[in-house]
């Protein structure tokens, strides 16, 4: 059974730092990833992307301050978040398809699978 989990959310003042974790299964090393946050009474956005070889597209409201990596070894995604901002908060999920990235990688509809996600609250 498909199973991705997040962890390492927290509480932090504007400016600190969160590593966001996600294991998955077999599958992982054949899947495009992403990471996608939602806001309350905001709708999911594609935040990062990572494909299977380790090429990484990220929105520009993250740029320079977010790293999407992957372990392939041990079926684990990561999002280093730092300089983190208020407006980063939100619950994160982490997200998967059995497909090669493309364009559509920021549309939650391109993904099969979801993690339950894990909340950051960033306080100024």
């Known amino acids: 059974q498909v199973q991705l989990v997040e962890s390492g959310g927290g509480s932090v003042q504007a400016g600190g730092s969160l590593r966001l974790s996600c294991a998955g299964s077999?599958?992982?090393?054949?899947?495009?990833m992403g990471w996608f946050r939602q806001a309350p009474g905001k709708e999911r956005e594609g935040v990062a992307r990572?494909?299977?070889?380790?090429?990484?597209t990220y929105v520009d409201a993250v740029k320079g301050r977010f790293a999407i990596s992957r372990d392939n070894a041990k079926n684990a995604l990561y999002l280093q978040m730092n300089s983190l901002k208020p407006e980063d908060t939100g619950m994160y999920y982490c997200?998967?398809?059995?497909?090669?990235?493309?364009?559509?990688?920021?549309?939650?509809?391109?993904?099969?699978?979801w993690g339950q996600g894990t909340q950051v609250t960033v306080s100024s």
């Open positions: 997200a998967a398809v059995r497909a090669w990235c493309g364009g559509s990688w920021s549309r939650p509809s391109f993904y099969n699978y």
């Open positions: 077999e599958f992982f090393k054949s899947s495009c």
């Open positions: 990572i494909d299977t070889i380790g090429r990484t």
